[in-house]
């Protein structure tokens, strides 16, 4: 029974060794914080699933793929998904929650399966909206 828990133990370490390594940085060359206009996504609550798009956040970091989902979960929150063309089918999550004097904010995450990095969205009701690097290392709870 020992024998068979340090076996297990071992595999586990070193799978958890095997994907540490192994782990890339998918948006590395980005900076780790930038602004964006609110005006960039508002037009995305509208496509369908299945549209194309592409996103120009910023001159130095743009997103193109294909709505997978677009939902009004409320009357006051909307969320989309897309799958990125050029960022290994990373996903991108975006919801926009309108409040009672109809303005609006934003809120999203960016990541894509085996990397270790991704973006976090956020924008205020006054119209700051910015792009902030996340690891992911440290937002996933095991």
Request: overall charge positive; charged content about 25%.
């Amino acid at each position: 029974m020992k024998k068979s828990i340090q076996s297990i133990l071992f595999t586990v370490l070193l799978a958890m060794a095997f994907t540490s390594a192994g782990a890339q940085k998918m948006f590395a060359a980005l900076p780790e914080t930038s602004k964006f206009k609110a005006g960039t996504i508002d037009g995305l609550f509208n496509q369908h699933p299945g549209s194309s798009v592409d996103i120009r956040f910023t001159d130095g970091f743009r997103v193109t793929g294909i709505i997978k989902s677009n939902q009004k979960v409320y009357d006051n929150l909307q969320t989309i998904i897309i799958e990125s063309t050029n960022y290994s089918k990373a996903k991108l999550f975006i919801s926009k929650s309108t409040d009672k004097n109809n303005q609006q904010k934003y809120v999203g995450r960016m990541m894509g399966r085996g990397y270790i990095d991704g973006l976090e969205i956020k924008g205020d009701l006054a119209g700051n909206n910015t792009i902030k690097k996340i690891d992911l290392r440290e937002t996933i709870i095991d």
